[in-house]
């Protein structure tokens, strides 16, 4: 299989983007393939970076320091918002299309949208990401108190519009255990009670949950 055009221009904006690194004592970029996942980490003696993305042109690319999104250093950056946007205009419509159908036509037409902007979207953005760092190059030294406060006020203010969304749309949720014997592990959302009722009814291996209504307050549990 050869390997996919993308992949080979982000490695290489990534090894232009982040070079200066070395300076503070990283190892040069690793590459590990986990799943439909590549990953390139470096590291060093405070922190460990890792950037990743899917094997798909239209899937976000991802950058993360000991676990914290690099993105959440400036969470109103516009560049970061304008690669977001670019993404959806470039991909979405084939992509869902390609879920829907499972036609490896619209494949192709990522890929062909690809090669009209991809790049330089993907160049850009990873460019902006290493000069986010230098902005905030303490955090390479295991300084982290900034992003772990951003990242903090992020998730609250995401779980907050996901709770307004699962009340207006009185959403089920269907909570269960599926690698763990001790805890809930594994969930799955529904705008009913009977296409719940229908999901585990199929899942026969799924022996233990609980079921929540749209204020996540449990219905019953098994």
Avoid at 55 to 84: C, F, R
Wanted: proline letters at 1%; hydrophobic letters at 35%.
């Amino acid at each position: 299989m050869t390997t996919p055009s993308f992949y080979i221009d982000i490695k290489q904006s990534i090894e232009e983007h982040f070079s200066f690194l070395e300076a503070f004592g990283f190892t040069t970029f690793e590459e590990k393939q986990l799943a439909y996942e590549f990953h390139f980490e470096a590291k060093n003696d405070a922190v460990l970076i890792d950037i990743w993305f899917e094997a798909t042109a239209s899937t976000p690319i991802w950058m993360t320091i000991n676990g914290y999104y690099v993105d959440h250093l400036e969470p109103e950056n516009l560049k970061l918002k304008a690669y977001q946007v670019a993404l959806k205009e470039n991909y979405n419509k084939s992509f869902e299309q390609y879920l829907e159908t499972n036609q490896t036509v619209f494949l192709n037409q990522i890929a062909e949208q690809y090669a009209v902007n991809g790049k330089e979207i993907n160049n850009s953005y990873l460019k902006e990401l290493s000069e986010i760092i230098k902005r905030n190059i303490t955090i390479l030294n295991g300084n982290l108190e900034v992003l772990k406060s951003n990242t903090e006020v992020i998730q609250k203010d995401f779980e907050v519009e996901k709770a307004k969304e699962r009340i207006k749309n009185r959403t089920y949720t269907l909570e269960y255990q599926c690698f763990s014997a001790d805890e809930y592990d594994a969930y799955e959302e529904f705008t009913s009670l009977e296409a719940l009722e229908k999901y585990l009814a199929e899942r026969k291996e799924i022996e233990k949950y609980r079921v929540l209504d749209c204020y996540m307050h449990e219905i019953y549990s098994k």
